[in-house]
């Protein structure tokens, strides 16, 4: 069966739209008249959905195009905070225990009209198909992360789909929580560099050159900093293009080079040696690793098969080809902690608690007290960089302006004593 979305009159004439399965459009229009509702458009929906990627206009069975479906699926976007919210209703209806294609009729009803809701009813044709509900979120891995369908395939097969499902919400949402912690405290330094920038920018190619004129006409000589000033100032006005498209240029290049498995490589060590940057760049992906790898081996995943899906959690490819390297050590039959000291790129205190835990049999809760701690340096950190870097700014900024006014006044100043 395929999914339709449809738009519609009822019998009291009030608009409707939904969504509907049916083997083809031509029923579901028949499934629509014989619910009370007289279809005006019926539009097969999306399969494969991508995140954040819009699908192509569809038609109808006479072949009109609907535009407007087009233009709200490039619009629409499926959020993180979207899934979890999802995934705990999802949760509270299994843990009900409802059977699982009741539970995601149900959850249908509760989600709103758009990208998602048509993705759960994708996901549940495909359950009604006889497919089970992993293999079912994978058909939206752009929706749904490797990690996401790991551990629903280890709830299903352990019979602990409901746990499972409120693990990962509970995950999901930490993301979020962590994700927002982050912008949030950049955001303030951000529009400072930014606006600042802006107003300097504005001085210098508009302000400046109206005032500098004057000097110019006067053919005195001027002092080095309204030299360096105005030739600055000529510099943007003249070769602003120049500097705009080499701007473009080498960042397109630098993305180019960055998707490239040696180009990231580079970038990513390059990262981790920048000083403080580097630091927290270091704690944040072991922040994650650590507490992904202790949510999947909570939830019943191989240790081999954890670090395989965690890897690509830390999106750094340097730290990636140590868990790589840890894991073929794995299989060769030593422990977690030894492989990832010998790589230098983990710190001791996480090795050495790591160690700990599988020493104790408590490797899980040991990683989640390593999560924990390194989330709080980060937060301690960059709160600490964020307080230090609004009074540099402002310094900075008005070391800036401060050499703009003394460029200007020089000048002035000995004008006047040729006057006098």
């Given at each position: 069966?395929?999914?339709?979305?449809?738009?519609?009159?009822?019998?009291?004439?009030r608009d409707i739209s939904g969504i509907i399965d049916a083997d083809s459009p031509k029923t579901a229009r028949a499934k629509l008249r014989q619910s009370g509702i007289y279809p005006t458009d019926v539009v097969e929906g999306a399969g494969e959905v991508s995140y954040g990627?819009?699908?192509?206009?569809?038609?109808?069975?006479?072949?009109?195009?609907?535009?407007?479906?087009?233009?709200?699926?490039v619009a629409e976007r499926v959020g993180m905070m979207e899934v979890s919210l999802m995934t705990r209703h999802l949760a509270t209806l299994t843990g009900a225990k409802l059977p699982l294609m009741e539970a995601l009729s149900a959850l249908m009803d509760q989600l709103?009209?758009?990208?998602?809701?048509?993705?759960?009813?994708?996901?549940?044709?495909?359950?009604?198909?006889?497919?089970?509900?992993?293999?079912?979120?994978?058909?939206?891995?752009?929706?749904?992360?490797?990690?996401?369908?790991?551990?629903?395939?280890?709830?299903?097969?352990?019979?602990?789909?409901?746990?499972?499902?409120?693990?990962?919400?509970?995950?999901?949402?930490?993301?979020v929580k962590l994700r927002n912690q982050l912008v949030a405290t950049l955001t303030y330094p951000a529009f400072m560099v930014v606006i600042g920038g802006l107003i300097l920018l504005g001085l210098v190619t508009f302000i400046v050159?109206?005032?500098?004129?004057?000097?110019?006409?006067?053919?005195?000589?001027?002092?080095?900093?309204?030299?360096i000033l105005i030739a600055v100032s000529h510099f943007l006005n003249d070769y602003w293009w120049i500097i705009l498209l080499a701007g473009v240029l080498g960042v397109f290049a630098l993305q180019q080079y960055i998707r490239t498995p040696a180009g990231r490589i580079q970038y990513d060590r390059f990262m981790l040696r920048m000083?403080?940057?580097?630091?927290?760049?270091?704690?944040?992906?072991?922040?994650?690793?650590?507490?992904?790898?202790?949510?999947?081996?909570?939830?019943?995943?191989?240790?081999?098969?954890?670090?395989?899906?965690v890897r690509n959690v830390v999106q750094n490819a340097v730290l990636a080809e140590a868990i790589d390297r840890a894991r073929q050590n794995i299989g060769e039959g030593q422990s977690l902690a030894e492989p990832l000291r010998k790589s230098g790129m983990f710190p001791p205190l996480v090795t050495h608690m790591i160690a700990v835990g599988e020493k104790s049999g408590d490797l899980e809760p040991m990683l989640v007290k390593v999560s924990e701690a390194y989330d709080n340096e980060v937060e301690a950190i960059v709160g600490t960089l964020t307080a230090l870097l609004t009074p540099v700014m402002?310094?900075?900024?008005?070391?800036?302006?401060?050499?703009?006014?003394?460029?200007?006044?020089l000048p002035i100043f000995e004008l006047s004593q040729i006057v006098r």
């Open positions: 069966m395929a999914v339709y979305e449809y738009r519609g009159l009822t019998t009291e004439g990627a819009g699908s192509s206009a569809q038609s109808d069975r006479s072949g009109r195009a609907l535009p407007w479906l087009s233009r709200l699926r709103e009209k758009g990208e998602l809701k048509r993705i759960v009813a994708g996901v549940r044709e495909r359950v009604k198909e006889g497919s089970s509900l992993a293999m079912a979120l994978g058909q939206y891995p752009s929706v749904f992360s490797e990690i996401y369908i790991n551990m629903v395939r280890a709830g299903e097969a352990s019979g602990t789909l409901d746990g499972m499902l409120l693990r990962l919400a509970d995950y999901l949402e930490y993301q050159p109206k005032i500098t004129l004057i000097f110019e006409e006067v053919h005195q000589v001027l002092p080095w900093p309204t030299v000083p403080v940057v580097g630091r927290v760049t270091l704690m944040v992906a072991i922040s994650r690793f650590t507490r992904t790898l202790s949510t999947l081996l909570t939830s019943g995943v191989p240790l081999l098969q954890a670090l395989d899906v402002i310094l900075v900024m008005g070391g800036v302006i401060g050499f703009i006014v003394m460029a200007i006044l």
